[in-house]
């Protein structure tokens, strides 16, 4: 198949689940494409263009890291193709990661990829998913209530400290629009600081604040699902607890120096992603990072989940082989039945 990645730019992706599973669909021998989220080209009337790096067949490397540096470095003339040039599209730019000055890039990677899937490219996750779940937190709100904890949207701070009241005086601050634990605070009983956080992130737009979890000291745990159900290969399932060496900080991002460990899949899990995946599979989101502290659902991760990265160090398989095959039979799927399946269906299809 031919297979084209689209992450938020080339030059300054570092590696971590989006090139070890590009990195797997070189391996299977498929034409694998890469991409910054800048590099669409719209003509009316005409397929929509893509300018490439297409990976060469002569790529020397021993790990992960030589094989993108030689992308990166390669410094032949980027490829000019077509969506009629490529099977599928994996959509693994974070938008919530863009730089102040790249304002342009939150919105336009999944508008473009909703144009390039009416083309007929199976496009994953589902673009208009995507679209619909761009604000995650928002999306998670969607989930029943009985899975997640308690929780208010709101840009009034006389809002939040009535939540806090009701709360226990105890809670999570975060922006909506937000990733990786950045501008993530917990207001306990002293109030602290309360109306300089609110300004900084209410500056960003809405606030969420969510009731703190005491659980949460003993990190939380990222569940990736693929086709609505616990991505899994050799029997283990992947499953990643995350602890912060750092008793004081209650956050638990592997990218704010939390270790990864081998975790086990416990029932409480199970009943959360029971609840979730109906609504998964129903909106074509393919690939999905569940957060869970306890037997709480406490974030959902849709526009480009990571851990997997992770797993073989921990004692895990690395899980990339199982999701380039699950796209691969997509591929089969949608050629056997001659383009009547839709993208939604195939993108949740085992």
Not at 102 to 129: C, P, T, Y
């Amino acid at each position: 198949m031919n297979i084209c990645f689209v992450v938020s730019e080339i030059e300054t992706e570092g590696v971590g689940t989006s090139v070890i599973l590009l990195k797997k669909a070189y391996e299977r021998g498929h034409t694998v494409y890469v991409m910054g989220v800048g590099d669409f080209i719209f003509h009316h009337d005409s397929p929509m263009s893509l300018r490439c790096k297409k990976l060469k067949n002569n790529i020397e490397y021993s790990c992960a890291e030589e094989f993108w540096v030689q992308i990166q470095e390669d410094t032949k003339k980027r490829k000019l193709v077509t969506s009629q040039d490529i099977d599928v599209m994996f959509l693994r730019n974070n938008p919530t990661e863009e730089s102040n000055d790249r304002h342009w890039a939150e919105h336009s990677g999944i508008a473009f990829a909703r144009m390039i899937q009416k083309e007929g490219v199976l496009v994953l996750n589902d673009a208009f998913a995507m679209s619909h779940a761009f604000i995650d937190k928002l999306y998670f709100e969607e989930l029943p209530s009985l899975i997640k904890p308690d929780s208010i949207v709101t840009r009034s701070l006389e809002d939040l400290l009535k939540f806090w009241e009701e709360v226990g005086k105890k809670m999570v601050l975060k922006p909506l629009e937000g990733s990786g634990g950045q501008n993530v605070y917990l207001i306990d009983e002293d109030k602290k600081n309360i109306n300089q956080i609110f300004e900084t992130i209410s500056e960003k737009g809405y606030v969420i604040a969510q009731e703190f979890l005491p659980e949460v000291s003993k990190g939380d745990v990222r569940v990736i699902l693929m086709n609505g159900k616990v991505l899994e290969e050799n029997g283990e399932k992947a499953v990643i607890r995350r602890v912060n060496s750092d008793k004081t900080e209650f956050r638990s991002n592997l990218a704010l120096g939390a270790k990864a460990k081998k975790t086990k899949y416990t029932k409480e899990m199970k009943r959360i992603v029971d609840i979730t995946a109906p609504k998964l599979i129903k909106d074509g989101l393919f690939f999905v990072g569940l957060d869970i502290v306890d037997n709480k659902l406490i974030e959902i991760n849709v526009l480009s989940p990571g851990g997997l990265d992770y797993c073989e160090a921990i004692g895990l398989p690395d899980f990339t082989e199982t999701v380039i095959k699950a796209i691969e039979r997509k591929v089969e799927y949608k050629k056997l039945y001659n383009n009547s399946l839709s993208n939604r269906e195939l993108a949740t299809m085992d």
